[in-house]
């Protein structure tokens, strides 16, 4: 394991575990650049805004004092400070709660992962791996993941002289989710989508986040009107029932675009993407919350 940490670091430019503390937290959302994870070798560790707090967080959404991470026998508790925001584990609001090895702990905007135990080294890297290829929010592949695996199944399609359709999928009136109910609401949003979404994909469906309130979908081996079916499926249970965050009750629906393409195309992975984007456009412009199909025009 030792040799695959190393050559991981090396090949990602991430950043190396140097020591064996006990319990980290390490940033997963939102991110500019990597950081260096948080270790967690006092007993106490009060997270907030304030300058004198054990983990400082410049977020408004934050308390200046929002909870406290403490050590006891047992592990390390998470207790809230009676923040206005709360303190959610695996997206699930908690006064107290006993850290686990893998959660997912938030504070306003900041999303960590807690990593503690024996295999503290090994885990630590495979947060990090997943950190490369996943996006820190909704937890579906992110952008990057994404063109590594479009280009694989489009080489794929052209070798085995296949199909391949791309759906691009877009959250309705996203902006005035946010400006209406705030930021973390929006975040809630994306999330409970993503959770959907994922919910109904079957066998050579991909979905990943492109960027904001926009996902993809590669759909190995099918036509654009067999990927209508897979497109009506995503939008169908994304409008079934709002989402619900603290006293808000939010509709959400979505809007679809979709191309195609075969071995014989002329078009490039870009061009098939475009083409998506623009019936994608079709669809807001006829009223949202539908599946278009990219049609040329003569």
């Known amino acids: ?11 990602t430019g991430l950043p190396t575990l140097i020591s064996g503390k006990p319990g980290l937290l390490v940033k997963i959302h939102p991110l500019n650049g990597v950081s260096q994870p948080v270790e967690l070798a006092q007993e106490n560790c009060v997270v907030g805004r304030e300058a004198n707090c ?8 934050v308390s200046r004092r929002h909870a406290i991470i403490e050590r006891d026998v047992n592990g390390y508790r998470l207790r809230d400070l009676k923040s206005l925001n709360g303190s959610f584990v695996n997206e699930v609001r908690i006064d107290e ?14 999303i960590y992962k807690f990593v503690a135990g024996t295999e503290i080294e090994s885990h630590y890297y495979e947060v990090m791996f997943t950190l ?8 579906v592949p992110n952008k990057r993941f994404f063109q590594e695996i479009f280009a694989r199944d489009w080489e794929s399609m052209i070798r085995r ?34 959770k959907r979404a994922r919910s109904v994909l079957r066998s050579g ?21 067999e990927a209508v079916l897979v497109g009506e499926r995503i939008r169908q249970v994304v409008e079934q029932a709002p989402v619900c965050f603290d006293n808000f009750t939010i509709p959400v629906t979505v809007s679809i675009g979709i191309a195609d393409a075969n071995f014989e195309t002329a078009l490039t992975r870009d061009g098939l993407i475009e083409r998506a984007d623009q019936a994608l456009y079709q669809a807001k412009h006829q009223g949202r919350n539908q599946v278009c199909v990219f049609t040329s025009v003569s």
């Open 161 to 194: 002289q296949d199909k391949l359709a791309v759906l691009v999928m877009d959250l309705d009136k996203f902006k005035s989710v946010n400006d209406t109910y705030g930021h973390l609401a929006g975040d809630a949003v994306l999330v409970e989508f993503a």
């Open 1 to 11: 394991m030792s040799s695959l940490v190393t050559t991981f670091s090396q090949s």
């Open 132 to 139: 490369v290829t996943c996006d820190g929010l909704t937890q």
């Open 205 to 225: 469906e991909f979905m990943a986040r492109f960027g904001g309130e926009e996902f993809v979908l590669l759909c190995s081996g099918a036509s654009a009107q």
């Open 54 to 61: 054990g983990l400082v967080l410049e977020d408004d959404a």
């Open 97 to 110: 709660c006993l850290l686990k090895s893998g959660d997912r702990v938030r504070f306003g905007k900041q």
